[in-house]
């Protein structure tokens, strides 16, 4: 039993700044990863970053120089900042984490998603 609440999107100026958060809260026993997805109308949902338990990241080509992914541990919480925004950043953002239940499994959790909007 765990949720996953995303917050921050929002519509934005292309060039300007915008930081996405997702939240876990429930029964959590441990997180292995934490991954930032985006889909667009018609368009394929894409992996836009990643973070592991280990702190190890990854960004994506299309955002790689403009994304930073990074996770608070206190308050089990994922940010994605993205800065130089272009319309073609303009996308439902999904949070996506990776945990396990403590029997050795894994088990992924998905939330609900946060609508970005980058006008031209």
């Known amino acids: 039993q765990v949720q996953l609440m995303e917050f921050g999107g929002g519509l934005v100026q292309a060039g300007g700044s915008l930081k996405v958060s997702c939240v876990a809260s429930?029964?959590?026993?441990?997180?292995?990863?934490m991954v930032w997805y985006r889909q667009a109308p018609g368009k394929q949902r894409e992996r836009v970053a990643t973070i592991t338990s280990g702190g190890s990241t990854n960004i994506a080509d299309s955002v790689k120089g403009r994304g930073t992914i990074s996770f608070d541990n206190a308050k089990n919480t994922v940010h994605l900042q993205m800065n130089s925004l272009k319309p073609e950043d303009t996308a439902v953002y999904y949070c996506?984490?990776?945990?396990?239940?403590?029997?050795?499994?894994?088990?992924?959790?998905w939330g609900q998603g946060t609508q970005v909007t980058v006008s031209s």
């Open positions: 429930g029964n959590i026993v441990s997180i292995n990863a």
């Open positions: 996506n984490a990776l945990m396990g239940d403590g029997r050795g499994y894994e088990v992924e959790y």
